[in-house]
């Protein structure tokens, strides 16, 4: 499974951004597909999850209610809807693919990291 991320930038806090990701190369609907963070001098971490539905979702709590992600099996897509950002948000994001991602928050496949940077 590959996977293309896009949609990182610079913006203020308090301002939004979208993060887009799609996968290509096997079956998406069989992944629960998630974002990963990893911010400068920071181990990486987890951040959201859906499962192959769409409507099973986890968030790690520093984002929750802030965060949406969302997922659209028939465009091999999913995308992390990031509202009320914060400085602290700052970090490069990765797309993410596994079998156990939204339960256990274990990646099998990783996409390229897409750079997300919130000026206070």
């Known amino acids: 499974v590959q996977l293309q991320a896009s949609g990182g930038g610079l913006v203020q806090a308090g301002g939004s951004l979208r993060l887009s990701c799609t996968a290509s190369?096997?079956?998406?609907?069989?992944?629960?597909m998630g974002w990963f963070r990893q911010a400068p001098g920071k181990e990486r971490e987890f951040v959201a999850a859906?499962?192959?539905?769409?409507?099973?979702?986890g968030y790690a709590d520093s984002v929750k209610g802030r965060f949406t992600i969302s997922r659209d099996n028939a465009k091999n897509a999913v995308a992390l809807q990031m509202n009320s950002l914060k400085p602290e948000d700052t970090a490069v994001y990765y797309c993410?693919?596994?079998?156990?991602?939204?339960?256990?928050?274990?990646?099998?496949?990783w996409g390229q990291g897409t750079q997300v940077t919130v000026s206070s």
């Open positions: 190369g096997g079956t998406f609907s069989r992944y629960a």
């Open positions: 859906a499962g192959w539905s769409g409507y099973t979702r």
């Open positions: 993410a693919a596994g079998v156990v991602l939204l339960t256990n928050q274990v990646a099998d496949y």
